[in-house]
């Protein structure tokens, strides 16, 4: 650079711009404004001409040295200034690379539990890109489905692929975080863990149900219902709303059956008419007067109590106007047409003294290991009716 070019960057105080180390390369412009400007000029001025503000712009002579090529030219001396203070010919040139690119900004979205969060990235290259992402996880490109954020596209490699997806229409980029991998990893585990549990008790307690001697002699011989399998039941406002949902469940069955996947769920059938209750029985067992209703738990808590006690009231008003409701077992409703009332029963694994007690004064049965197998409370003496 010849002399008379870099006078103009020397200011009215004396201080030649170039020489200004850039230490920083993000924060050299803000260096520069501190220098070229007073607090008070930053205070009462707008950076450039705005109809937003009635502020006057600052100086724009003095702005130009930091916009446009103005900048390049100062990011140039900051190469000189750095390298002449000893920080090496590839630590400068980095400088001054970073100081002449432009600046790219991606939204991206990260989560926390079921907390979403938005943030605004910015990078300059593609070095600032990797150094990101190995600090803060992978980046996804996640698509929208049907208005829910769930299906990933790819996994983000480079800061180009990453602009490119940030212009895809209904899409969007996701930190995925290790740290909540792993939360979200030891939270499916516990999950399974109860899932597991709770299956053995379903199949378990309502097969011992049938074969209780207690419950044989009080209620007379007893049927599994469904095997013994938990059953879902929908309640509808009109009969047609009812038959016609009884159809569509039964054939979303068996589509998925067929599949090999498990049962729809309730907001993936296509109901004409949406239900305006649900509820799930964990297993049943009849014959011609009674229905027994089991609420089986590894270990039973006064929620599962108080799930009971509402199923047998959703499952009372079955019996008597069974051609409201639905299941995704054939035949199911019509099984308990003629029935005359619920028996309740709690069982599990794991039972405390005191929740038994409070369901024997509530005039439920429990059921509970015997160290041979489960036994119910009629079986041991503790009547509740």
């Not at 990453?162 to 999950?191: F, I, P």
């Not at 095997?227 to 569509?248: C, D, H, I, M, S």
């Amino acid at each position: 650079m010849s002399a008379k070019d870099e006078n103009k960057f020397i200011t009215e105080s004396g201080i030649n711009l170039l020489h200004i180390p850039a230490k920083n390369p993000c924060k050299y412009a803000l260096a520069l404004m501190d220098v070229l400007f007073t607090d008070e000029e930053m205070a009462h001025s707008c950076y450039v001409v705005s109809s937003k503000s009635t502020k006057p712009p600052l100086n724009q002579k003095k702005v130009q040295l930091i916009d446009g090529a103005g900048m390049n030219m100062l990011s140039r001396g900051a190469f000189l200034a750095s390298h002449v203070r000893g920080a090496g010919v590839s630590a400068s040139r980095r400088i001054l690379s970073t100081m002449t690119a432009p600046t790219i900004e991606l939204k991206v979205c990260s989560r926390t539990g079921d907390v979403e969060h938005i943030c605004h990235e910015t990078f300059r290259s593609e070095q600032d890109f990797k150094a990101f992402i190995r600090m803060a996880g992978l980046l996804w490109h996640m698509k929208t489905v049907d208005g829910v954020k769930d299906k990933r596209i790819c996994t983000i490699r480079c800061l180009k692929d990453a602009l490119k997806a940030s212009n895809v229409d209904g899409t969007y980029l996701l930190l995925h975080e290790a740290a909540y991998q792993l939360s979200s990893d030891v939270v499916t585990l516990k999950r399974a863990n109860t899932n597991r549990a709770k299956g053995i008790e379903r199949h378990h307690t309502t097969k011992a149900i049938v074969l209780d001697t207690g419950l044989k002699d009080k209620f007379g011989p007893l049927e599994l219902v469904n095997n013994g399998e938990p059953v879902t039941v929908y309640g509808f406002l009109t009969q047609k709303a009812a038959r016609a949902a009884q159809k569509v469940l039964i054939e979303c069955k068996e589509e998925r059956t067929r599949a090999g996947e498990a049962a729809a769920k309730p907001n993936a059938i296509p109901f004409i008419e949406q239900p305006i209750s649900t509820f799930e029985i964990d297993g049943m067992a009849k014959n011609s007067r009674w229905v027994v209703v089991n609420e089986a738990n590894a270990t039973p808590h006064t929620e599962d109590l108080e799930k009971l006690q509402s199923s047998i009231s959703k499952l009372r008003a079955v019996l008597k106007t069974p051609e409201y409701f639905a299941t995704d077992v054939a035949g199911l409703i019509d099984q308990l047409i003629g029935l005359e009332d619920v028996v309740p029963v709690m069982s599990g694994h794991y039972f405390e003294h005191s929740l038994q007690q409070l369901c024997h004064r509530l005039g439920i049965i429990t059921v509970v290991r015997n160290g041979e197998g489960y036994t119910s409370s009629l079986s041991e003496g503790l009547h509740c009716f």
